[in-house]
């Protein structure tokens, strides 16, 4: 070989090193990233495929076969699980985990309780219906099956779902209309809440293992009051089980800036609160003001036959309906809670 056959067989490597060199990076796509290639090629449909692969960093290629699919996946629905993954791994049981999907929405729907031992004996009996007898619901497929359809434990919060949810709807426009006749400045609500005052958060941080103690149940009852526009908080009402703890002994509860009462359950009772109802009044009248208190139908919020005051109008909301209708349940007792842990997280720095 001569010197020129020579430098001709080396310039071929370098430019086959070079395009080696050049070769474009397999990138993973995530399904999520296609279903949004598929939503920008159907909105715009004149933006070339060129410039899609551009963005996402995939060959023009694969920009194609995902189009392909276009109907496909804009047909899906995907979850937290599903948006992550860069392929479709198609379940063995699809007809099974379909019609046990849409049973677990309707047992829950209509407020019942499932457990994972329910669950698959569920998904065993529709495989038994469907003529399919190789159907083995083992823990793996319980698991992958969760994933897909975004099925996880949940715990109940609130009794949202005890309201006539039918008449909600009136029920709201109801309250709407009285208070369109009102200053809002003058439109109060009034609510009681449960306070454990010793409990404490039960993760803390450590440097090692430790064991936990018996939670305590000490409890008080606080009754919030505050109007609509948030410029009038009225002094809480405080419900303790004793007249005279010893924290207190020496203390004058006038001088406390709470009305306190006590009983031996440290409930609200019907004889504290038409006795703060009657402290409210009279108040109003100093202030030569009439409001309305709106508030929830409780048995201990009713008032002796021909008990009235002369300005304050109570309206009740109609039962079960609290929830969805009652401000102080839309955050402001849990602001307060906040407030009051603070403090108890604060008390801990002078331990």
Same mark, same amino acid.
């Given at each position: 070989?001569?010197?020129?056959?020579?430098?001709? &067989? @080396?310039?071929?490597?370098?430019? !086959?090193?070079?395009?080696?060199?050049?070769?474009?990076?397999?990138?993973?796509?995530?399904?999520?990233?296609?279903?949004?290639?598929?939503?920008?090629?159907?909105?715009?449909?004149?933006?070339?495929?060129?410039?899609?692969?551009?963005?996402?960093?995939?060959?023009? &290629? $694969? /920009?194609?076969?995902?189009?392909?699919?276009?109907? !496909?996946?804009?047909?899906?629905?995907?979850?937290?699980?599903? $948006?992550?993954?860069?392929?479709?791994?198609?379940?063995?049981?699809? $007809?099974?985990?379909?019609?046990?999907?849409?049973? /677990?929405?309707?047992?829950? @729907?209509?407020?019942?309780?499932?457990?994972?031992?329910?669950?698959?004996?569920?998904?065993?009996?529709?495989?038994?219906?469907?003529?399919?007898?190789?159907?083995?619901?083992?823990?793996?497929?319980?698991?992958?099956?969760?994933?897909?359809?975004?099925?996880?434990?949940?715990?109940?919060?609130?009794?949202?779902?005890?309201?006539?949810?039918?008449?909600?709807?009136?029920?709201?426009?109801?309250?709407?209309?009285?208070?369109?006749?009102?200053?809002?400045?003058?439109?109060?609500?009034?609510?009681?809440?449960?306070?454990?005052?010793?409990?404490?958060?039960?993760?803390?941080? *450590?440097?090692?293992?430790?064991?936990?103690?018996?939670?305590?149940?000490?409890?008080?009852?606080?009754?919030?009051?505050?109007?609509? $526009?948030?410029?009038?908080?009225?002094?809480?009402?405080?419900?303790?089980?004793?007249?005279?703890?010893?924290?207190?002994?020496?203390?004058?509860?006038?001088?406390?800036?709470?009305?306190?009462?006590?009983?031996? &359950?440290?409930?609200?009772?019907?004889?504290?609160?038409?006795?703060?109802?009657?402290?409210?009044?009279?108040?109003?009248?100093? *202030?030569?003001?009439?409001?309305?208190?709106?508030?929830?139908? *409780?048995?201990?919020?009713?008032?002796?036959?021909?008990?009235?005051?002369?300005?304050?109008?109570?309206?009740?909301?109609?039962?079960?309906?609290? *929830?969805?209708?009652?401000?102080?349940?839309?955050?402001?007792?849990?602001?307060?809670?906040?407030?009051?842990?603070?403090?108890?997280?604060?008390?801990?720095?002078?331990?």
């Amino acid at each position: 070989m001569n010197s020129i056959e020579q430098r001709q &067989s @080396d310039q071929n490597v370098l430019q !086959h090193d070079t395009n080696r060199s050049h070769k474009r990076k397999h990138t993973p796509i995530k399904l999520v990233q296609k279903i949004e290639i598929c939503k920008i090629k159907s909105t715009n449909p004149t933006i070339k495929n060129v410039e899609l692969a551009s963005r996402y960093g995939i060959g023009e &290629s $694969t /920009i194609t076969g995902i189009l392909k699919k276009q109907r !496909h996946y804009l047909s899906l629905l995907p979850n937290n699980y599903t $948006t992550n993954l860069c392929r479709e791994k198609p379940s063995k049981y699809p $007809t099974v985990e379909q019609a046990l999907a849409l049973w /677990i929405d309707q047992v829950v @729907d209509g407020n019942c309780s499932l457990s994972g031992h329910t669950v698959l004996q569920k998904a065993a009996t529709f495989a038994h219906c469907l003529g399919i007898q190789n159907f083995r619901g083992s823990n793996g497929w319980f698991d992958r099956f969760k994933k897909r359809y975004g099925v996880r434990n949940y715990l109940r919060h609130g009794e949202a779902n005890s309201a006539p949810l039918e008449d909600l709807q009136q029920h709201r426009t109801d309250l709407q209309n009285l208070l369109a006749t009102w200053n809002l400045e003058d439109v109060y609500n009034c609510d009681e809440t449960a306070l454990f005052w010793k409990l404490e958060p039960s993760k803390t941080l *450590a440097r090692q293992q430790i064991s936990g103690v018996r939670k305590p149940k000490d409890r008080v009852t606080v009754l919030l009051t505050c109007n609509a $526009t948030g410029s009038s908080k009225l002094t809480p009402v405080f419900i303790h089980k004793y007249k005279n703890p010893r924290c207190m002994r020496n203390i004058d509860k006038k001088s406390l800036p709470v009305y306190y009462y006590w009983n031996s &359950s440290a409930w609200m009772q019907c004889s504290i609160f038409s006795h703060w109802l009657s402290k409210l009044n009279r108040d109003m009248q100093k *202030a030569r003001r009439h409001i309305l208190l709106v508030l929830d139908n *409780a048995t201990v919020h009713s008032l002796d036959d021909g008990v009235s005051f002369s300005n304050i109008i109570l309206h009740y909301f109609p039962p079960n309906t609290t *929830a969805h209708l009652q401000p102080c349940d839309a955050g402001i007792i849990h602001s307060y809670k906040v407030i009051d842990n603070f403090i108890i997280h604060i008390s801990i720095l002078f331990y």
